[in-house]
């Protein structure tokens, strides 16, 4: 199995650009997310699913969106880039096991994709 | 306010010690539980160990033990005999949320842990 596969690894973009970064997981995980990495504050959560179709937001959502039409695929788009959005971007799934949640099932990680926008 | 606060930047410790690395927690919620992960310098998040707020017992995983004090609301991670490759970035995270719902994962600063020969 992939586990939770991110592209692409690096991207730099010019302020005002759109893009997508894009997550897939073999996993048959219901739960998908989108975390941001900055220096300082740990990992904040940007946009998760709970299952195709169902989306929310997390702590830092604005200037981001996302859908989720598969169970597979979890993408995150930038519709206008801006250089506070500079930062390591983490999608991760988990586990959660239908009607019966897995409450100790650990997030897996995607490797990250590193975004500069200048 | 933080829900999850490591108060420890960077740590430096000799290899073969044992090490802390300290998490504390805020929730209301009687059902959480608690995650600790490890980035290495090459970027990737590992999964080291769990905790449960009902688990009667404190977890460990191999070298990995979790020392946790509910009514104080922490979730310390201990590292036996330290070495040369446990240097990396520690998270502590918290899972929060009905066990039928969304359960969001809340991720703490990090601590940067360096292992001295």
């Known amino acids: 199995n992939a586990g939770v596969t991110q592209t692409p690894k690096f991207q730099v973009l010019k302020t005002g650009q759109s893009m997508t970064l894009q997550c897939a997981q073999d996993m048959n995980h219901e739960y998908m997310s989108w975390y941001r990495q900055d220096p300082g504050m740990g990992l904040r959560l940007i946009h998760y699913?709970?299952?195709?179709?169902?989306?929310d937001q997390g702590e830092v959502p604005n200037g981001y969106n996302v859908s989720r039409s598969t169970t597979e695929d979890f993408p995150l788009r930038l519709l206008s880039a801006a250089p506070s959005q500079t930062s390591v971007y983490f999608c991760a799934s988990r586990e959660t096991g239908g009607k019966r949640a897995r409450h100790n099932s650990p997030l897996h990680f995607g490797n990250g994709t590193r975004l500069t926008v200048t | 306010a933080q829900k999850i606060t490591q108060t420890q930047p960077g740590m430096f410790v000799q290899e073969k010690e044992a090490v802390t690395l300290d998490c504390t927690y805020d929730?209301?919620?009687?059902?959480?539980?608690l995650f600790w992960y490890k980035q290495p310098s090459s970027g990737e998040m590992i999964f080291l160990i769990y905790?449960?707020?009902?688990?009667?017992q404190n977890a460990t995983e191999g070298r990995y033990s979790l020392n946790f004090q509910k009514a104080r609301k922490s979730a310390n991670l201990v590292i036996s005999a330290s070495q040369l490759g446990d240097s990396a970035m520690y998270f502590c995270?918290?899972?929060?949320?009905?066990?039928?719902?969304?359960?969001?994962?809340?991720f703490g600063q990090g601590t940067r842990l360096t292992i001295n020969p």
């Open positions: 699913s709970v299952g195709a179709g169902i989306t």
């Open positions: 929730t209301s919620d009687p059902s959480y539980g």
């Open positions: 995270a918290m899972r929060e949320g009905p066990i039928q719902g969304a359960q969001k994962l809340v």
């Open positions: 905790q449960g707020s009902y688990d009667q």
